[in-house]
Every structure is written in C-alpha cells, then in structure tokens.
C-alpha cells in the first residue's frame, strides 16, 4: 500500500465496527436506562423505585429520539413518564403504602424471582430475535416514526389494546380510592 492511499483510507466512510456518535449515545443511554430498571426493581423504598421507574422510562423516551422516532418519543414521555408514574404514586399515597424500608414489601423470594425474571429476558430476546430475524428495514423509503405512520398505525391496529389498557388504569385508581376508603373508614369508627 502506498503512503498515499493511507490517508484515502481514513476518511473512508465508517464501516460495520466503527460506531458513529448516535450509536455511542445510543449504548450508553441503554446502559444507563437497564441500571435505572434494575435500581427500581431492587430497592426497598417505593417512592424510590417509583422515581427510578421515572428515569428508565425517560432513558427509553431517549433512545426512542435517538431512532429518530420524535412522535413515538413524546408519547412515551406524557403517557408513560407523566401519566403512569403520576398514577402509581397517587396509588402508593392513596393506600398508606409505608414511604420508608418496610419489611413487608421484601418476601425472601429474590433467588426464585431472578431466575424467573433471567427466564423470561432470555424468551423474550428469543422470541424478538427469531421473529425478526429476516426483517430488514429500508433505509432509503419513507419514515416509520413519523406521526403519520405511527398513528395510522395505532388507529388501525392497536385502538382496542390502547382503550383496554385506560380503562385498566382507571380501574385500577378507582381501587386504590376504594382500598384507602375502606381502611379510612375503619378507624374512625373505632376512635
């Protein structure tokens, strides 16, 4: 090779195993939304696991972003981040959950629950991987993330999963108003 085809080498487009700066971003996002996922399920306190959930919801908004997919992004962000989160912890306070280390909330069960939980991570690459092994996206044809896609998209094929899933919220915020009633109720009458 001659010195002076070195230099046309360099500034050759990256290739498989040279990273850009998106997929940099896009690893180091994920590693630090799989930490915040892993704190959430680990810790002892509620609220904290509840504010970790916070920041691995946010980190999956990110790499959303970082897929170019900005509709996907802010949807995740105002149902996921805004919505759900603000309903678990309008849960946690509506039916006493204890703020602080509680022992009731550690059952002794951690050996049985991670291999359980290795098991189904291993299913669930599994299944993905096998499922879209021969799916190849098409770089050069229209966005898959824009607005219209994805609300074509989820008007015509996910509306009943989408309704299911508020009136399971729903129902689920009216229980903890009925669980914090009925214990409310309780007390006073023995005061």
Same mark, same amino acid.
């Given at each position: 090779?001659?010195?002076?085809?070195?230099?046309?080498?360099?500034?050759?487009?990256?290739?498989?195993? +040279?990273?850009? *700066?998106?997929?940099?971003?896009?690893?180091? %996002?994920?590693? %630090?939304?799989?930490?915040?996922?892993?704190?959430?399920?680990?810790?002892?306190?509620?609220?904290?696991?509840?504010?970790?959930?916070?920041?691995?919801? *946010?980190?999956?908004?990110?790499?959303?972003?970082?897929?170019?997919?900005?509709?996907?992004?802010? =949807?995740?962000?105002?149902?996921? %981040?805004? +919505?759900?989160?603000?309903?678990?912890?309008?849960?946690?306070?509506?039916?006493? $959950?204890?703020?602080?280390?509680?022992?009731?909330?550690?059952?002794?069960?951690?050996?049985?629950?991670?291999?359980?939980?290795?098991?189904?991570?291993?299913?669930?690459?599994?299944? =993905?991987?096998?499922?879209?092994?021969?799916?190849?996206?098409?770089?050069?044809?229209?966005?898959?993330?824009?607005?219209?896609? +994805?609300?074509?998209?989820?008007?015509?094929?996910? =509306?009943?999963?989408?309704?299911?899933?508020?009136?399971?919220?729903?129902?689920?915020?009216? *229980? $903890?108003?009925?669980?914090?009633?009925?214990? *409310?109720?309780?007390?006073?009458?023995?005061?």
């Amino acid at each position: 090779m001659t010195p002076a085809a070195a230099p046309a080498l360099s500034l050759a487009a990256p290739g498989f195993l +040279s990273p850009t *700066g998106a997929e940099v971003a896009f690893l180091l %996002v994920g590693v %630090v939304t799989l930490a915040a996922a892993v704190v959430a399920v680990t810790t002892r306190q509620l609220v904290h696991a509840a504010l970790w959930l916070v920041v691995a919801l *946010g980190g999956i908004a990110v790499e959303y972003l970082l897929l170019t997919a900005e509709f996907i992004a802010w =949807v995740q962000v105002l149902i996921y %981040v805004g +919505s759900v989160v603000v309903l678990l912890l309008f849960g946690l306070m509506l039916t006493r $959950a204890p703020i602080g280390r509680s022992p009731d909330a550690d059952s002794g069960n951690r050996p049985a629950a991670l291999a359980v939980a290795v098991a189904a991570a291993a299913a669930l690459v599994w299944v =993905v991987t096998d499922a879209f092994r021969t799916t190849w996206i098409d770089l050069d044809g229209p966005a898959q993330g824009t607005t219209r896609v +994805s609300g074509e998209m989820l008007f015509r094929n996910w =509306v009943l999963p989408f309704e299911a899933l508020s009136v399971l919220l729903l129902a689920a915020l009216v *229980g $903890a108003i009925v669980l914090s009633r009925r214990g *409310g109720g309780d007390t006073e009458g023995k005061r």
